[in-house]
């Protein structure tokens, strides 16, 4: 079984870098998990109603979609 590796986008691995609380802060707001939060940023998973995608934005996220 091959098994590829997700790329990350750099810019948001920087993002993320950069604003270390903005994940949990976020999780905290929508009620989920940071890593859930990640999952959005890294355009592996999608928010219900945008709102995770809305407030990452609004941070300044790198956000895909």
Same mark, same amino acid.
Do not use: H
């Given at each position: 079984?091959?098994? =590829?590796?997700?790329?990350?986008?750099?810019?948001?691995?920087?993002?993320? !870098?950069?604003?270390?609380? !903005?994940? =949990?802060?976020?999780?905290? $707001?929508? *009620?989920? =998990?940071? $890593?859930?939060?990640?999952?959005?940023?890294?355009? $592996?998973?999608?928010? *219900?109603?945008?709102?995770?995608?809305?407030?990452?934005?609004?941070?300044?996220?790198?956000?895909?979609?």
């Amino acid at each position: 079984m091959d098994r =590829t590796k997700i790329r990350k986008d750099p810019r948001a691995i920087l993002w993320v !870098a950069a604003n270390r609380s !903005a994940l =949990t802060a976020i999780a905290e $707001q929508c *009620k989920c =998990t940071p $890593q859930f939060v990640g999952y959005v940023l890294y355009s $592996q998973r999608r928010s *219900k109603d945008g709102k995770i995608e809305r407030l990452l934005r609004e941070l300044g996220a790198p956000v895909k979609g």
